[in-house]
T-cell receptor
C-alpha cells in the first residue's frame, strides 16, 4: 500500500466551479499535511499547510483534515484556468524522521 | 528575499560520468531536503540535513549517490557513474527548522543521462 494516495486524474471542472482534490495516507501518527501546486516543467509551490482536524481557509483555497479517517482534501473555489496544474499532497512520516512523503499528484484542468 | 536556488538547471551526462548538483537554501533555513522526481510522479525523498548533519539518507537509491552539506548552508548531491535510470529532476527544498515543516522548493536540476 502506498503511503500517500491520490487520484491521478485528470479532474476537469468548468471555470467558476469548485474543484475538490483528495488524498489518503497510511501513517496514523502523521501530524503535518501539505498541498503543493506544480505547473508543468516547474517545481512544487506550497499552497496550504494544515496540522489540526477541521478546515483551514486561505483565499479561494480550503484544506480539510480528518485524522480519524486519514484523509486530507483541498477545495478550490471559483476555479480559474490558471489553476490548471498538478496538485501534490505531502504528509510527514513519524518514527524518528522528519521526511515528507508525496503522493503522485492529481492533474486538474479548469475549462474556460 | 531570495528563494532556494539550484545549479545547474540542466545537465546532460554520458553514462558512467560523475555529476554534482548544487543547492543553495533560503538564508537562515536549518533543514535541507533532496528529492528525485520522475516524469508524472511525485517527488521521492532522497535525504535530508539539519545544519551540517545528515539525519536521514534512507531514500538514496544506491551507494553511487552521495550528499553533503559541510558548512550547514550549501549542499551538493553527487552521483557517481551515472546510469540512464538516474535521469530525472532533482529537487532541493529547505525549511526554517525541522519543527517548522513548510518546505520551499528550488527550481530543480533536470539530469539527462545518455
Amino acid at each position: 500500500q502506498k503511503e500517500v494516495e491520490q487520484n491521478s486524474g485528470p479532474l476537469s471542472v468548468p471555470e467558476g466551479a469548485i474543484a475538490s482534490l483528495n488524498c489518503t495516507y497510511s501513517d496514523r501518527g502523521s501530524q503535518s499535511f501539505f498541498w503543493y501546486r506544480q505547473y508543468s516543467g516547474k517545481s512544487p509551490e506550497l499552497i496550504m499547510s494544515i496540522y489540526s482536524n477541521g478546515d483551514k481557509e486561505d483565499g479561494r483555497f480550503t484544506a480539510q483534515l480528518n485524522k480519524a479517517s486519514q484523509y486530507v482534501s483541498l477545495l478550490i473555489r471559483d476555479s480559474q484556468p490558471s489553476d490548471s496544474a498538478t496538485y501534490l499532497c505531502a504528509v510527514n512520516v513519524v518514527s524518528g524522521t522528519y521526511k515528507y512523503i508525496f503522493g503522485t499528484g492529481t492533474r486538474l484542468k479548469v475549462l474556460a | 528575499g531570495a528563494g532556494v536556488s539550484q545549479s545547474p538547471r540542466y545537465k546532460v551526462a554520458k553514462r558512467g560520468q560523475d555529476v554534482a548538483l548544487r543547492c543553495d537554501p533560503i538564508s537562515g533555513h536549518v533543514s535541507l531536503f533532496w528529492y528525485q522526481q520522475a516524469l508524472g510522479q511525485g517527488p521521492e525523498f532522497l535525504t535530508y540535513f539539519q545544519n551540517e548533519a545528515q539525519l536521514d539518507k534512507s531514500g538514496l537509491p544506491s551507494d553511487r549517490f552521495f550528499a553533503e552539506r559541510p558548512e550547514g548552508s550549501v549542499s551538493t548531491l553527487k552521483i557517481q557513474r551515472t546510469q540512464q535510470e538516474d535521469s530525472a529532476v532533482y529537487l532541493c527544498a529547505s525549511s526554517l527548522t525541522l519543527t517548522r515543516y513548510e518546505q520551499f522548493f528550488g527550481p530543480g536540476t533536470r539530469l539527462t543521462v545518455l
